[in-house]
């Protein structure tokens, strides 16, 4: 593992490993993916209706977030659905070994983050996600949440605009991707990060004092923030 850092040894392997499954339209036979093909579908009939008569009869499409949905129907103009999720799939699996190294470097040493990475394309989770359930979705918005306390770290210990605005915008993207990840899952990333962060030794910088307070009275991280950066 001395010779191998970073994520770049873990994306070869999502590739080869990821790659043929995807090529071989595995998906196609998965749970969900037709129906996250008819919301693409969807939108790209009509971007801006909320409102779709051939399902149901009838049905409100924002009940469920339309980013990748969205990604979808613009891919699919030149590629067709099938591609266009195939390809958006692949990408995935590809940068999640890059999320969870990121993710992984807040806690343990890089070589310990390398080693994540390289095994991240094989938790069977994640093929069980990708291509029998066709959770397209779930696996984007997961990857993105991995940054997204990754960003968070950096912008708790630098501070500075473009942190803020990067760990914004992850934020929103989440939800835009899949909103029970973002509801369950990101709390709880960011609570184990608080667990885990050290205990500031001073109060010189005002981002901390929250941080002080929440691994003290144990706060769910997301009320931390808050509390911490209203004047």
């Known amino acids: 593992m001395r010779n191998l850092r970073g994520p ?11 790659g043929p499954l995807v090529a071989g339209g595995l998906f196609r036979y998965s749970w969900d993916a037709a129906t996250h093909i008819f919301f693409a579908d969807h939108y790209r009939r009509s971007w801006f209706a909320l409102w779709d008569p051939r399902w149901f009869g009838g049905f409100s499409v924002s009940s469920y977030p339309p980013l990748i949905h969205q990604l979808l129907a613009l891919l699919s103009v030149p590629f067709g659905y099938d591609v266009a999720f195939g390809l958006l799939l692949l990408a995935t699996l590809v940068l999640f070994p890059v999320a969870v190294w990121r993710f992984a470097k807040v806690f343990v040493s890089p070589a310990a983050a390398t ?8 938790v069977p989770g994640l ?5 029998a359930y066709g959770q ?32 914004v915008g992850l934020s929103g993207t989440v939800f835009a991707a899949h909103h029970a990840t973002a509801l369950f899952l990101v709390p709880a990333l960011l609570r184990l990060w608080l667990a885990s962060a050290p205990a500031p030794t001073s109060s010189a910088d005002p981002r901390r004092d929250w941080l002080r307070a929440g ?17």
């Open 215 to 231: 691994r003290r009275d144990r706060r769910p991280p997301i009320l931390a923030v808050g509390a911490g950066w209203n004047p």
């Open 115 to 122: 080693a994540a990475a390289l095994i991240a394309p094989l």
């Open 8 to 18: 770049v040894p873990g994306m070869v392997l999502a590739l080869a490993f990821h």
């Open 136 to 167: 397209l979705p779930t696996v984007v918005a997961l990857t993105l949440a991995l940054f997204l306390v990754a960003e968070f770290t950096r912008f708790v210990e630098r501070g500075g605009a473009i942190q803020f605005g990067l760990m």
């Open 127 to 131: 093929a069980l996600a990708a291509h």
